[in-house]
Structures are given as C-alpha cells and as structure tokens.
C-alpha cells in the first residue's frame, strides 16, 4: 500500500480539467463520465485547488479527491497559454514510482529515520521537483532513487523494474563543485562516464563529449581543468557530463544553491533550454519554492523530518498571479509544519 499524506491539494491552471481527466484516463481509470466531467467542472475556473484529507494511495491519480474547492486567486485572469506537455501524456508506465519509501540511516547502533512512506511517480519527461525544509529527507531520495540508499520500507521502481543499486542510467549533479575529479580535463570529465559504462570507446566518447561541451556554453574549455572554472561553468560540466550520457533519469541535488542569484537564475534558464532539446526526465531537489515552480512541472512539498508527502501541486500553466498565490500557498504549508 502506498503513503497516506494527511493532506493533498492539487492546483491547476484553467485548463487543468481537460489535463486532469486525460490524466485520468491515461491512468487507466475506469473513465466514469461524472468523473471526467467533474474534473472538466473545474476548467471553468480560473484557479482552483482541492484538498483531501487522509487520502487514498497515489493521490495524484485519484479522480476524486474528497473536499472543498476553493477560489484561491479571485483576479486571475483567464487565458493561460497552453504549456509545453511533458511526453508523459503518450504513455502510463511512469518512469520512476517511489512507493511508500521509508529511509532509514543507522548511527551509533541507533535508527534515525529520513523518510516515512513517501510515495510519487515521476513520468518520462517530467520535470519533478522535490520540496521541503533542511533535513527533511530530500537528499536521502535522491540517494535512494539513484541506488546509494535501501529503503527500509517500500520500493523503487524505475521503467517497472525494482532498483538494485546505482547504475549509468541514473546520473546525478550536486550542488558541490568538487564534484568532477579535478586531475582530469573537461573534456575527459564528461568523456570518462562514457567510457567507463562502455557506452562508447575512446574516440566517440571525446567527440559526443565535445558537442556536449558546445551545448553548455564549453567548447572552449576542453582542455581546461575544473579549478579554473568559476562555479557556474563547473556546474555546466556537470550538466553536460550527465546528459551526454542520455540518462533514463537526471537526478539533481540542489545544483545552483552555491551560485550568486543572478548565475543561478540564468542556469535555470539553461536547464529548461537544454530540456527543450531533451526532454529528459528529471528528478530535482531544492528548498527554494521560487525555484521549485521555475523548473518543476509538479511539486511535492515534503514535511519536516522525518519527511512524508505533505502535498503535491501540478505547477503548469500557471499565470504570473496563480504561480504568486501558489508560491504562498506552499510557503504557507511550510510554516505550518
Ligand atoms: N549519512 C547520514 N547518516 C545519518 N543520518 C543522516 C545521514 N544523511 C542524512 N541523515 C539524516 O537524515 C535526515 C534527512 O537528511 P537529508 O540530507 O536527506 O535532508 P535534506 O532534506 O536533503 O536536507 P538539506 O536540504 O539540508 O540538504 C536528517 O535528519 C539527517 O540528519
């Protein structure tokens, strides 16, 4: 059985119905007329969320979530250009389930507990954010989607198979900017995972890693190494290191936290760039609830430690006064906890 958020709230720009009933149906639900029509009810509506307490597993598939709708934004407008889909909407099978997780670590012979059931699915092509304060477990998932952590309780499941362990189709960018061995050039730092997965020899790797290195703004730091990089630059290795190595999953740990705002806005922007062009899938953490909605097509808000699913918000097609009013309703749900 899957984790049971105390509470749930969906939001959605106006076209959320259509997208909620399609999401319905993709999910291979039963597609009760009163159903798809209660969700395209919502449509009709500039914003709106719904809030269920105690609900059923996989909330975000639910059709029904039980409670009151509530106007959130009285002076939101209208018209809300039609957003990029992720691919997900050609497919069911998510790309990553996290299914009722609990993570523990054991200090001291003691067990300090991460997360408790904590359960998502993240769709190919989606851009899922993970949210929360310090502590409350966002790392430790990470760990664990990428293999480095057991869960205690539950399973991880990428592309419907149980994860065993790390491996080269989930590659990982920190925040830390030690991260690429600083004995080896760029140009090998984004190589060497090609090689070394035996993805591609010698030759082809340091080809595929040179157009990487164009696409990340590179090209003229192949022979450079990784201390005469500012730290936006290194994170942008990092980037094309892990992209080149067309990943099934991109797991980033609060990647631009340690940039000044103005580089770690512009990373964002080259994140969805580089996105635009991929479409891969990521997993993303971070405690910046402005971040949170600039990269995120959904957002899970984690509550503090241990950390369980506290809500998860669908943060597309927002305009600029729903994602306002979003953005203080996850502050508020914050606070709370
Ligand atoms: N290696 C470890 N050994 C013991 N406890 C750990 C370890 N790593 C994390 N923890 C504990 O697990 C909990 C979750 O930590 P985690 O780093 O996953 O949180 P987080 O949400 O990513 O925090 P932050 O935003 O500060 O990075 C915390 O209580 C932390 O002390």
Redesign the pocket.
Known sequence: MSARPDVVERWSGVNAGQDEARRLRLAGHAGDPAEVADADAVSGTPLKFRVARRAPSRPHLQPRAVGEAVNAVAAAAAAVAEVDAPPHAATHQPRLRVDNVS?D???DRRS????HQVAFDVMPGERFV?L????????????AVGGFLPASEGRILLDGQPISGPGPDRMAVF?EFDQLPPWKTVLDNVAFPLTASRKLDVAGARLHAQDWLARVGLAGFAGAFPHQLSGGMKQRVAIARALAMSPRMLLM??PFAALDALTRRRMQEELLALWEQERFTLLF?T?SIEEALHVGHRILV?SP???RVRAEFNAQGLDGAQRLALGQRIEQLLLET
């Open positions: 993570l670590y054991r200090v300090i507990r991460a997360t993970l929360g304060a310090s502590g409350c477990g966002k790392s430790s998932l990470l760990k925040q740990d609060e953490v405690h984690l430690h241990p950390g």
